[in-house]
């Protein structure tokens, strides 16, 4: 009851406009609810994609804290996607008490196949029961001009949103974690997405706490992010998964885990930066157990919301509140 009647005067006191509840940051459940009238479930599909910074045409062994299956290992990789999309929609419909669902491409990199290969998968997935949408995270240097027109054609008929990662603008940190590409790069591919169609949504991907950043390099991010006006920003902090090269760094006393209360403080500074009107996919990780090993207080997802509720509370802020100053 206690924690009801506070949260109940931090919706009073929230200066934020794209919320309706305390949150002082435009959360993909508040998107949602505008754009559909309900909630809506993203379904996770792996379709078995590859990615160009591990089979060697742009690099090998991927990112070094990639687990070979993405960001996150995927639980369905033997199954075709039909399959993986009925489970889905079985698991997250009571969950999430939600009858849409977005099939959502989130492993590996999921523009890089020849174009007929894609439009047979993107048009099978769009055809699913209760599809309201459709995401595909890629990389910006996997964005052929043919594959971007298709794409710009989808965004006439659903709700698309592309997902590009990038974790960080500076040059000598992607080097460092083996991205594979450059910010110049990222900024050509998000480009030519933009003009191709307005009807495009285009995420990016940040994490905080990479190897050898500081919060001003993180919040610089954050700042020129911003400048590109994305629909969406998803952030989350660097986990360590076992079996990759970032781990091996971790073993080794070469990476410590950036912690917890400076991610939160870090997150509260990036958020003000943001334009209030670009949505917050997520601020939390999906590091899985058994696999991610650290740090330990990310698997507290509530933790982390709540810490950032808490803070930007304190200290009356809010998503954008000194966005381009
Ligand atoms: S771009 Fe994604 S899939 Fe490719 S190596 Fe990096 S994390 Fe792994």
Same mark, same amino acid.
């Given at each position: 009851?206690?924690? &009801? ?6 919706? $009073?006191?929230?200066?934020? $406009? ?39 045409? &742009? ?11 993405? $960001? ?48 047979? @998968? ?9 599809? $309201? ?26 709700? @698309? ?61 954050? &700042? ?97 509140? @000194?966005?381009?100053?």
């Amino acid at each position: 009851m206690k924690s &009801k009647i506070k949260a109940n005067s931090q919706n $009073v006191a929230n200066p934020f $406009v794209y919320s309706d509840t305390n949150k002082r940051y435009h959360t993909y459940d508040y998107y949602l609810k505008q754009r559909f009238g309900s909630k809506c479930a993203k379904i996770p599909i792996d379709a078995h994609m590859t990615c160009p910074n591990i089979d060697g045409s &742009k690099g090998f062994g991927g990112c070094i804290y990639c687990s070979g299956g993405g $960001v996150g290992a995927s639980a369905n990789c033997c199954m075709d996607i039909e399959e993986q999309y009925k489970r889905g929609v079985e698991l997250l419909a009571d969950k999430w008490h939600a009858d849409k669902y977005i099939p959502y491409l989130q492993y590996h990199t999921n523009t890089y196949s020849p174009l007929p290969v894609l439009k047979e @998968l993107y048009e099978k997935l769009l055809k699913m029961p209760g599809a $309201v949408g459709l995401n595909i995270a890629t990389r910006a240097d996997c964005l052929p001009d043919r594959t971007v027109d298709y794409l710009a054609d989808i965004a006439e008929r659903t709700v @698309l949103t592309v997902e590009l990662g990038l974790q960080s603008i500076h040059d000598s940190t992607a080097k460092l974690i083996n991205r594979g590409h450059t910010y110049e790069e990222f900024l050509d591919g998000y480009e030519r997405l933009r003009h191709a169609s307005d009807m495009i949504n285009i995420a990016i991907h940040l994490i905080d706490g990479l190897p050898g950043e500081d919060p001003d390099m993180m919040l610089a991010t954050a &700042k020129a992010v911003g400048c590109l006006k994305p629909d969406m920003v998803k952030i989350h902090s660097l986990y360590v998964n076992k079996g990759t090269r970032l781990f091996d760094m971790y073993d080794a006393g070469e990476f410590t885990p950036i912690k917890k209360e400076e991610y939160i403080d870090i997150l509260v500074r990036q958020l003000q930066v943001l334009p209030p009107e670009t949505v917050i996919g997520r601020i939390t990780g999906d590091g899985e157990r058994g696999i991610a090993v650290a740090p330990d207080w990310a698997f507290r997802k509530v933790d982390i919301l709540n810490g950032v509720d808490k803070k930007m509370f304190a200290e009356n802020t809010w998503q954008g509140r @000194l966005y381009g100053k």
